[in-house]
T-cell receptor, first 115, second 115 residues
Framework: IAGITQAPTSQILAAGRRMTLRCTQD?????MYWYRQDLGLGLRLIHY???????GKGEVPDGYSVSRANTDDFPLTLASAVPSQTSVYFC??????????????FGPGTRLTVL | AQSVTQLGSHVSVSEGALVLLRCNYS??????LFWYVQYPNQGLQLLLK??????LVKGINGFEAEFKKSETSFHLTKPSAHMSDAAEYFC?????????????FGIGTKLQVIP
């Protein structure tokens, strides 16, 4: 089934540890996104990639990094996790980065707890 | 600047009753508006979107929304609630912003359907 997969589903992490959240899509979408979802704040964009080989910063990029080596994969790395990064993380993609009306498709999310 | 405001973080309706979830936007240019639904422990799914083709937009699962420029609103409705409609609903607006299409999400409205 076409779509977006994320791994792990959930993770408990000690503060200071490094963690990579994985995201893979098989829809050949050009644009990919990482959001975090926090109660009362909705979804906030962390990083984005308009096409393979390019990345950019969203609204809340501090403490996170991404790479886009190919079309399908868009991993998100927390270099040194802090408790404020406890959140649910969603990866999303859409066909054309330049389209204002393309639908974003979301993965099932990764629930991360940093202690 | 663009933003969306969802009035009511929690809405309860009886099964069979009208569902009305409110969304107001602010935008200096004509917006593109979306409603997404999130079922428990899942990612967001598109319900419907307004792309300026028609002010009344029909979506999946019997939902529809009407774009009213004079009221800067894009409220989501469904004539008769089903138990399966219990979920969280997000209104979103999209505009160009720097290097990406900025999507701003509301904080969400959790819909409870009472049998």
């Amino acid at each position: 089934i076409a779509g977006i997969t994320q791994a792990p589903t959930s993770q408990i992490l000690a503060a200071g540890r490094r963690m990579t959240l994985r995201c893979t899509q098989d829809m050949r979408h050009n644009a990919m996104y990482w959001y975090r979802q926090d109660l009362g704040l909705g979804l906030r964009l962390i990083h984005y990639s308009n096409t393979a080989g390019t990345t950019g910063k969203g609204e809340v990029p501090d403490g996170y990094s991404v790479s886009r080596a190919n079309t399908d994969d868009f991993p998100l790395t927390l270099a040194s996790a802090v408790p404020s990064q406890t959140s649910v993380y969603f990866c999303a993609s859409k066909m054309a980065s330049g389209s204002l009306t393309d639908t974003q498709y979301f993965g099932p999310g990764t629930r991360l707890t940093v202690l | 600047a663009q933003s969306v405001t969802q009035l009511g973080s929690h809405v309860s309706v009886s099964e069979g009753a009208l569902v009305l979830l409110r969304c107001n936007y602010s935008s200096s240019v004509p917006p593109y508006l979306f409603w997404y639904v999130q079922y428990p422990n899942q990612g967001l799914q598109l319900l419907l979107k307004y792309t300026s083709a028609a002010t009344l937009v029909k979506g999946i699962n019997g939902f529809e929304a009407e774009f009213k420029k004079s009221e800067t609103s894009f409220h989501l409705t469904k004539p008769s609630a089903h138990m399966s409609d219990a979920a969280e609903y997000f209104c979103a607006v999209t505009l160009p912003s720097g290097g990406y299409q900025k999507v701003t999400f509301g904080i969400g409205t959790k819909l409870q359907v009472i049998p």
